[in-house]
C-alpha cells in the first residue's frame, strides 16, 4: 500500500510540473508571437525603414525569436503528452506509461530553461530599444509579463521539481 501512495505523490507531483510548463509556455506565446509578428515584418523593410526603426539586425532577431516560440510550442505540445501518458499510467497502473510521462515531463521543462535562455539572450540584444518604429506600426519589444514570468517561472519550477525528486529519492 506504501508503494501506491508513493506513487500516487509522484504522478501528482509530475501533473503539477507538467500543468506548470503548458501555463507557463502558453501564457508566454501570445507575447512571444507578438515579437515575433514584429521581426517578421520589420524583415521587409527598405533599409532606409531599417535604420530608422532600428532593425538592421531583423534577420538575426527574427530566427532568435522563431526559435523561442518554436520551443514554446513544443513545450505545450509535450506537456499535453505527457499529463495524457500520465492519466493513462494511472488508469491501468503502467510502469512504462509512466516512465514516459517522466521523460516527457522532464524534456518539457528543459526546454523551459532553454526557452528562458533564448529569451535572455534575445533581451539582451534588444537592449534598450523599447520600442520598433515601423512605417505604419510601433512595435513594443519590451519584455512583457507573460514573457517574464516565463523566463522566471521555469527555472524556478525546475529547481522545485528537482528538489523534489532528490528528497524523494534520500528519503525513500
Known sequence: MENRAS???????????ASICAFLAIFATIDTSEHYKAWKTA?????????????????????????????DTAIIALSFACGLSLGISI?????????A?????WISIGLGLLYSVIM?????????????KGPIFDYDLGMQLPI?????????SFGNYLLYCLRK???G
Open 43 to 71: 524583415r521587409r523593410w527598405t533599409p532606409e525603414q531599417k535604420s530608422a526603426a532600428p532593425a538592421m539586425d531583423a534577420d538575426i532577431m527574427h530566427g532568435l525569436i522563431l526559435g523561442a516560440l518554436a520551443v
Open 7 to 17: 506513487f500516487h505523490t509522484n504522478a501528482k507531483a509530475l501533473l503539477v510540473l
Open 148 to 156: 517574464a514570468l516565463a523566463v522566471g517561472g521555469f527555472p524556478l
Open 120 to 132: 535572455i539572450i534575445y533581451q539582451c540584444k534588444v537592449g534598450p530599444r523599447i520600442i520598433l
Open 169 to 171: 529519492r534520500k528519503i
Open 91 to 99: 488508469a491501468t497502473d503502467s510502469p512504462a506509461s509512466f516512465s
Open 101 to 105: 510521462a517522466k521523460w516527457l515531463g
